[in-house]
Structures are given as C-alpha cells and as structure tokens.
C-alpha cells in the first residue's frame, strides 16, 4: 500500500506544473542558506529535470551556485577527493553518505570547508546528525524527500527544532490509534494528506508531534519535532544501524537477515576500536580498501 502511494505521489509530483512548484518551494528554503557562487556536492545523479539530482542541480544554478554532481567515481575515496579538490561549500546527499565522508576525512586527516549539510530523507536520529555536525564543523538542514523522485514534503526550520511541512501540497495529521486527531504537543502517527487529491494518505509510519501556531522564522506551515521512526520493513537494518555506524570506526556495513541468521560485513578503519559484534551466521570484517570500496547504498548507480 504504501509502495502504491509513493508511485502515485511520483507520478502526480513529476508534471511539469508539479516540478515548478517544488523548484520554488526549494528554491525559497536554499536562497536564505545558500551564497552565491558556493560549490554543492550533490551525492544524487542528474537523470533529467524529474529526478531529485536533476531538481536540486537547477534550483542551485538558479540561487547562483555551482551544484558539483558526484557521478564519474562512485566510490567512498571518489567522494572524498571530489568533496576535497573542488573545496565545496556544502553537500545535498542521504545522511549515511554524509556521515561516511566526514569519517573519511577525519580518518585521513584531510580538512573540508564544509559549512552546510543537506539530508535528504527523514527523520534522522539525534546520533547520526550530531555526529556530521561535530565532525564537519557545520549547520545540518532536512529535506523530507519521498520515494526516488522529486517529491519533497517539507524542510528543517532555520529557527526552532523539526521541520515545516509543505502546506501547498500536504495536510500534517497527528492520530491516535483509532484514527482520531491529537491536539498540538501529543504524539501520535504522522501521516501526510495530499491536498491536489483528496483521499491519497501517506503513511509515513513515523510518530511525532505537531504545531500550528505560527514560527519565529516567520513560516505558517505545520511544524513536526520529535519524529521517529516505528516502521518494520527492515528491522534487522533499524537494530543494527545505531550500534555499527555510531562509531567512528565503521565506515560502512551491510546486513542481510538470513535462514541460519544475520549475514554481517563491516567495512571498518584499520587500527581503530570496534563496536561489540552481535553473534551471528556469518561475519566478514575488511578494512577499507580505497581502491575498490563503493558505498554498499550507491552499488545500484555504480553498476
């Protein structure tokens, strides 16, 4: 079900009329962030105005700066001399992505002048962000983005905590378990409600609380904090994630839930502390190797 909804939010988000809409909605969040002429790593390939590269690639020419598509050398040490040699300001990619490359570099001792990071996807757990922000030194900013196309539902408030959601297309609900609204501050589910088509219900199978009353940074538009994430299409990937990535030494891992149990493999810094290693079928723990490593989430694109 939820499948079906993303496809028919892609296929609704990606008319012409649609893309425009969104290219200014991003367009409007990017300008009060961005400076002219800053460089912006973008970790997503530019298939054509209807993809989320190819969007986020035309809003930056349109704020004046130079979007730096990641798309000739898909592995972890391509993104690292890319992020390097063309000294860019910021990076619009997934969070495991971002978080990668700033181990990169602090494994390797090479310096970023990295000051804004974008994650695309949400929620993103309070670990995982502190640990970019610490490590790289800058400001972090959510793009709710759904699916594999443009469809983006909201941004991070420049103000206060959470992220507005996008009024002019989405109606935030907070429900209990009968389906009944909360009040603002309750938790409850989150679903978004697409206002073009009355009936169509994203689930996003997150809880999180709710505001209406208008923001400091002066948007009117629902703000959602405390998300979270409660969904359980990849419980083994959810458990793991946290106790292998929150460390510094692991700089990628793969798990796959198999008959006789977990198959695990860490991709790990040489010479560094590990995490405990959970009891499993079957475990493979490799140092990085730069010359051949691709991001176990980019193998798809790298192929």
Known sequence: MITKTVNRLTELET??????????????RLEEILRPNEKILVCFPDDGPASLGG????????????????????????????AFVDSVDAIFGP??????????????????SIYNAFLAGYPYTSWMTEGIK?????????????????????????????????ADIFEARICDEQGQLKPDA????????????????????ET?????QPCSCGCDDARIVETVFVGDDDPS???????????????????????????????VFPGESLPKITSCARLTVRPWNPDADVPFCMERYAK
């Open 15 to 28: 008319t012409q009329e649609a893309l425009e809409r969104t290219r200014k909605y991003l367009r409007c």
């Open 55 to 82: 969007m986020i690639g035309q809003v930056l020419r349109e704020c004046r700066c130079e979007p730096i598509f990641w798309c000739t050398d898909y592995r972890w040490k391509g993104l690292l001399r890319q």
């Open 95 to 112: 969070p495991l992505l971002v978080l990668g490359l700033m181990k990169m570099a602090r494994a390797t001792s090479t310096p970023l």
């Open 134 to 166: 610490r490590g790289l030194d800058c400001r972090i900013w959510g793009c709710y983005w759904i699916g594999d196309g443009p469809v983006i539902a909201g941004f991070t408030c420049p103000k206060e905590a959470g992220m507005h959601i996008r």
């Open 186 to 205: 309750q938790r409850g589910a989150l679903t978004l409600h697409y206002r073009p088509e009355p009936g169509l219900v994203y689930d996003t199978q």
């Open 208 to 212: 999180a609380k709710i505001w209406h």
């Open 237 to 267: 990937k959810t458990m793991l994630e946290e106790r292998f990535l929150a460390w510094s030494s692991v700089l990628d891992y793969r798990v796959k839930r198999t008959e006789c149990g977990l198959d695990l493999e860490l991709v």
